[in-house]
């Protein structure tokens, strides 16, 4: 069976989104490190995969966050034939601001290492932009996303491959449009 799969940052809100996709309702919560596990869940004629979030978990010593890190490489890996597409879901209120902190220190940040590694794998990316209630510039925020990706703005060119969601209200109409369409290319 294809998959759909949902990774990010750890708190970015995938388990949230995947909720209000699927309907099933997933452990979410305020603290980093909720999901531990992939969690499969039924979608139209495939599955959809919440992955747990890499980096800071609360509780969890260094070591077992890069043995999470790790075991979502290599669950990509392993699993890339089957992924029909991948939702990389972003906190837009704090995504620049952690790639710039990155960046100043000559580190690639995690999450612009995965969707290069996404690419890497052929697996087509969706850059959810989610907790978009609590933007103010929305087009602004959007062109600085895209553009630590490697999207030159404005985003608005890069509308089949980053989307506003607020998986918390339930806000996601443009990435269920998103995806039926590249569903419909890959079926
Ligand atoms: N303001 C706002 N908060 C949100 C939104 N979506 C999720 N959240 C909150 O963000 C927190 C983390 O949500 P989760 O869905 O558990 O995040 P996750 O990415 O699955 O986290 P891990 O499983 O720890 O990797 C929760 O407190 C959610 O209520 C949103 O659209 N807006
Ligand atoms: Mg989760």
């Known amino acids: 069976m294809k998959e759909i799969i949902f990774v990010g940052r750890s708190n970015v809100g995938k388990s949230t989104l995947v909720t209000a996709l699927t309907g099933k309702k997933l452990p979410a919560g305020k603290r980093p490190g909720v999901t531990r596990k992939p969690r499969h869940i039924p979608y139209q004629n ?5 992955m747990p979030g890499f980096g800071f978990m609360r509780g969890a010593t260094d ?68 907790k978009i209630d609590k933007v103010d510039d929305i087009d602004r ?12 703005p404005p985003w ?6 980053i989307v506003p969601v607020c998986a ?15 569903l419909g290319k890959v079926r």
């Open 141 to 152: 925020t959007l062109d600085g996303i895209a553009e630590r990706l490697g999207m030159s």
């Open 63 to 130: 070591e077992s966050q890069e043995a999470i890190k790790d075991n979502i490489v290599h669950y990509l890996e392993k699993n890339a034939k089957n992924i029909a597409l991948a939702v990389m879901v972003v906190n837009a209120t704090s995504f620049s601001e952690i790639v710039d902190r990155w960046n100043g220190r000559n580190e690639v940040p995690v999450e612009v290492e995965l969707f290069e590694f996404l690419h890497e794998l052929d697996i087509y990316v969706i850059v959810a932009a989610n």
């Open 168 to 182: 918390k209200k339930g806000n996601i109409g443009e990435l269920k449009k998103l995806i039926q369409v590249r």
């Open 46 to 50: 495939l599955q959809v995969t919440d």
């Open 156 to 161: 608005k060119q890069w509308i089949d491959s």
